[in-house]
């Protein structure tokens, strides 16, 4: 008989020893990554204040731990991610992302499971990963000026998180739209760009003011707006030279069209006949400070305009 952590309380330090025989571990990975998939899916249909989601993603994860056949360690598993999901409301990113954040944690499931040695690994490795930190703030664990490379393995909660730094970076580097695209400057790093702006406009889903330079997409959150004065917010067809976080943003395939701050495209394979779309997923996110060099010509247009 194999020994399990079971958590039994709101605290990650309160865990009783149960017993359980050792499953398949190939089998226990399939079963986890269903359920983690299950979870995404249904979270799109989620809607009202940040209690009431994560109320319905708590209800969810207690309905799939009691369905017939369920293993003992896919039902501790669920343990582990129904308690994340009640203390998202205790975080100001899982208010402010409360949807968006259910389906960071249902990624990070398969993340935090490839690979794992045991059943017994898995376990461990969910409780280090989804034992989710206040903020993004705690340099530990969200470096910066990051290679892509070693900042895809920091997993899907800490990159999501650093999407809403509430801090500078330490320096900033004078960059082009297409040097930063074609990845040749690190993740997390200081960035100045310049340039025209297009298909600015205000995204009601998560309160972000977006908008493009050229090729680069970039964001302001609103917890920076909240935290910090400014920065002004851009219109099309202003020449502006912006301040931020470099970013990669890989979450894209996670997100539904309601949630895209991205313009849509005529596409004939999709059963709209539109899908949304973006030059790349490189970002300026957040964007710290942005200086308006030239005003544009007319102001009375607030629609999107295409690149």
């Not at 490839?114 to 206040?134: C, F, T, V, W, Y």
């Amino acid at each position: 008989m194999k020994k399990f952590l079971l958590l039994t309380s709101a605290a990650w330090g309160a865990w009783v020893l149960v017993g359980h025989s050792q499953g398949n571990v190939e089998q226990t990975r399939s079963e986890l990554i269903v359920i983690a998939r299950d979870i995404r899916n249904a979270s799109f249909g989620f809607r009202g204040t940040p209690e009431e989601i994560t109320a319905k993603a708590v209800a969810m994860a207690d309905q799939l731990k009691t369905e017939p056949g369920r293993s003992v360690t896919a039902r501790l598993a669920l343990e582990l991610i129904r308690l994340t999901f009640e203390d998202l409301p205790r975080r100001s990113y899982g208010r402010s992302h409360a949807r968006q954040v259910i389906r960071i944690i249902a990624r990070q499931v398969i993340f935090s499971i490839e690979g794992a040695s045991s059943d017994d690994d898995m376990i461990n490795k969910l409780r280090r990963d989804l034992a989710l930190p206040q903020d993004a703030e705690m340099e530990a664990l969200f470096p910066v000026d990051v290679p892509l490379e070693e900042f895809q393995k920091l997993g899907p909660v800490r990159i999501f998180l650093m999407k809403h730094r509430q801090r500078r970076p330490p320096d900033y580097t004078e960059v082009t739209g297409e040097d930063l695209a074609a990845g040749r400057y690190n993740v997390q790093k200081g960035v100045i760009l310049r340039g025209r702006v297009t298909n600015s406009h205000f995204f009601a889903g998560d309160g972000d003011h977006v908008f493009n330079i050229g090729i680069i997409h970039n964001e302001i959150t609103p917890i920076w707006r909240a935290t910090h004065r400014g920065p002004r917010i851009p219109r099309n067809g202003d020449l502006v030279e912006i301040r931020g976080w470099s970013y990669y943003d890989s979450f894209h395939d996670e997100e539904g069209p309601d949630e895209q701050a991205i313009w849509e495209v005529p596409d004939e394979n999709s059963p709209t006949g539109k899908r949304w779309t973006r030059p790349n997923v490189w970002e300026v996110h957040p964007v710290t400070d942005v200086r308006v060099i030239e005003r544009a010509r007319s102001r009375r247009s607030k629609k999107a305009v295409q690149p």
